[in-house]
């Protein structure tokens, strides 16, 4: 039996996190559709199986949005701006209006669960890290919406604060999770963080949370569901 009954977008799914975000998805056999600005890449990536899944756009341009979220009754948004690229668009064009208008149209389209993948340290303004265009100020303004949308009866929302990401298999760590943005430091795999997300789409303890979380020791995990109830 399929833990999440609907479908779910993936928005950034040719990203670190997103690749895993789908591989998740897919084991847990939910049903998915891939906004993604490269159709070629996300065919790369996941191969033809995916052919019929992808609307290709940017979260830049609301006709594409739409576009997209029709296909889904949650999305898992896994995207985030280039913050070292002088010609990349800034976070405040991603990060913050790109999250918003996402939020808006998705919740416009039927969308009723939000999981966005934002940052460790975005209620700090003086972190070093804002020196990149505001990046976690801006998340912090994407996070505002998310949750302001999506706290309403209905619908719900999960905001993850990851530490810094890194490339290790999943399931493969104990975690930390923490809410109130005192975590300093901690690093946390991309593919925990994703199937932190994917299993917050079916676990009632992550509706309408945000919690930051980064990994501890390492130690093989059956499951990631109990650090819900730990927090
Ligand atoms: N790096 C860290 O240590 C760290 C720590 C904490 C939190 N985070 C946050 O965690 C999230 C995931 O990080 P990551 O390292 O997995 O990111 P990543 O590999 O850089 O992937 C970012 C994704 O966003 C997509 N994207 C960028 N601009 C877009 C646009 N205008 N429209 C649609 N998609 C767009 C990219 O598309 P393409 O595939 O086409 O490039 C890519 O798929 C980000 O929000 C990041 O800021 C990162």
New binding site residues.
């Given amino acids: 039996m399929k833990p999440f009954k609907g479908s779910v977008l993936v928005?950034?799914?040719?990203?670190?996190?997103?690749v895993w975000v789908v591989r998740r998805l897919q084991h847990h056999s939910i049903d998915y559709h891939l906004?993604?600005?490269?159709g070629e890449?996300a065919l790369e990536l996941f191969g033809p199986e995916v052919i019929d899944k992808l609307t290709i756009?940017?979260?830049?341009h609301a006709d594409e949005i739409r576009a997209a979220a029709g296909h889904a009754e949650a999305v898992i948004c896994?995207?985030?701006?280039?913050v070292t690229d002088p010609k990349a668009?800034p976070p405040s064009a991603?990060?913050r209006d790109?999250v918003k208008r996402l939020a808006l149209i998705a919740r416009e389209c039927g969308v009723k669960h939000f999981i966005l993948?934002?940052?460790?340290g975005v209620t700090k303004p003086d972190h070093p890290l804002n020196k990149y265009g505001q990046?976690l100020t801006m998340?912090l303004e994407g996070e505002n919406e998310v949750r302001r949308l999506f706290s309403e009866p209905g619908y719900s929302y999960t905001i993850l604060r990851?530490?810094?990401?890194i490339d290790g298999p999943p399931l493969n760590h104990a975690l930390d999770f923490d809410t109130g943005d005192r975590i300093v430091t901690g690093v946390i795999d991309?593919s925990d963080?994703a199937e932190v997300a994917v299993i917050s789409l079916f676990t009632p303890e992550a509706h309408n949370l945000t919690f930051e979380l980064i990994q501890s020791k390492e130690a093989q995990q059956s499951s990631l569901s109990d650090y819900f109830t730990q927090k």
Wanted: aromatic content about 2%; cysteine-free; hydrophobic content about 35%.
């Fill in positions: 928005v950034g799914a040719t990203g670190r996190t997103g906004f993604v600005r490269s890449k756009g940017s979260i830049e896994a995207i985030g701006g280039n668009p991603i990060d790109g993948i934002s940052s460790l990046v998340k990851p530490g810094g990401l991309r963080v």
